[in-house]
């Protein structure tokens, strides 16, 4: 009997922004990998007493694929539980391609990426109406090298919403860079570190020219998302621009507005 690979997204660190198919499938699970540096163990608490449990922190990724093969060897449910959504800085394919080899069958369950709950948590939008209707995730290079054409310079460039994933540590670059690229000083920028954490989860809002210090004063060094957006703080705005899709003058599939046009 051969058993099968469940890649799923754990969602961001709260237990009940876990996806229901992602509970369910740890309620049956004989055996689970999950990457401990982000992912709480607390995820892991709906599964069975045998529950063959395993932090992958300190693996390679020849021990993470030997395991996970090795386990569905044996087991019909095995679960790698990724942080946030697996298609994101998670090395999926990396571990598809030797279970495909190994003829293992596998299967890819979404979740809540931490940029979607990084934005919850600022109660911010990440696309406005006549703003930006963009959203650009990203990283700034570091010790992974930018492909051509994907510097932070040239994404910034479009002045549209950029979520930074793994970049909180190179906070100094990514202001520096904004900057050069004709962005204010005055940009707002947004730090969540541990969205979704309870307690552990902290907001800073700043500037481009203020917010590497305020994250140094609140110790913010990992975990974290940064969101730079011309949207930012609209929550204040008192000129907001509105979307079509509540007019009352526009009409769309499924309600008719009143304008004649
Ligand atoms: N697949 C994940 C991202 C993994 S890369 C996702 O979809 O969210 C790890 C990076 O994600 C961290 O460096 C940080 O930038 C971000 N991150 C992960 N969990 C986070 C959280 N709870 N709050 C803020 N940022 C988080």
């Given amino acids: 009997m051969t058993g099968k690979v469940w890649f799923v997204g754990a969602g961001p660190g709260d237990p009940d922004l876990m996806t229901v198919k992602a ?98 948590a600022a109660v911010e939008s990440l696309t406005l109406p006549e703003v930006t209707q963009t959203v650009i995730l990203t990283r700034v290079e570091g010790r992974t090298p930018m492909p051509d054409g994907e510097s932070l310079k040239e994404l910034a460039a479009h002045h549209s919403t950029l979520c930074l994933f793994l970049s909180i540590t190179l906070l100094h670059k ?51 998302m940064i969101i730079v957006s011309p949207t930012l703080g609209a929550r204040q705005w008192e000129n907001l621009k509105k979307s079509k899709l509540y007019d009352k003058d526009f009409t769309h599939r499924f309600r008719r507005g009143t304008s004649q046009d």
């Fill in 174 to 224: 990514v202001t520096a860079e904004l900057i050069e690229t004709g962005w204010s000083v005055d940009a707002p920028v947004v730090v969540v570190q541990k969205a979704s954490w309870g307690e552990a989860e902290k907001i800073v809002r700043g500037t481009l020219s203020t917010i590497k210090k305020q994250c140094q004063t609140e110790k913010i060094a990992s975990q974290a």
């Fill in 23 to 120: 509970r369910d499938l740890i309620t049956q699970a004989d055996a689970i990998l999950y990457a401990g540096s982000l992912v709480p163990q607390a995820l892991t608490q709906w599964s069975k007493a045998d529950c063959n449990i395993q932090d992958s922190k300190g693996m390679t990724l020849e021990d993470i694929t030997s395991w996970l093969i090795e386990q569905a060897q044996h087991h019909q449910t095995v679960i790698r539980l990724q942080t946030g959504d697996p298609s994101l800085y998670g090395a999926l394919i990396e571990m598809v391609q030797p279970l495909d080899k190994a003829d293992i069958e596998i299967e890819v369950v979404p979740g809540i990426s931490s940029a979607m709950a990084s934005s919850a």
